[in-house]
């Protein structure tokens, strides 16, 4: 799955913040209720606009922006 197509930043939504296509959703509230437990099923009913695929690809991008971050040890 390629995320790019799922995802978009625009400066004329949310200020350029990722958001799922089409939506006013935001990837970072997605990826914050999944790690306070949300499930994805529970999303799904939340926003129905979302699809599987939209969650997965919040994932994906997650882990894509992870690559490159450099964390130095204090």
Avoid at 11 to 25: A, D, H, M, Q, S
Avoid at 49 to 67: G, H
């Amino acid at each position: 799955m390629n995320w790019k197509q799922y995802i978009i930043s625009d400066p004329e939504i949310l200020f350029g913040k990722p958001v799922i296509k089409n939506t006013r959703i935001p990837i970072d509230l997605l990826l914050e209720k999944l790690a306070a437990g949300v499930t994805k099923n529970e999303l799904l009913q939340a926003y129905p606009r979302l699809t599987p695929d939209d969650i997965q690809a919040c994932l994906l991008f997650a882990a894509e922006s992870a690559k490159h971050e450099k964390v130095l040890a204090i």
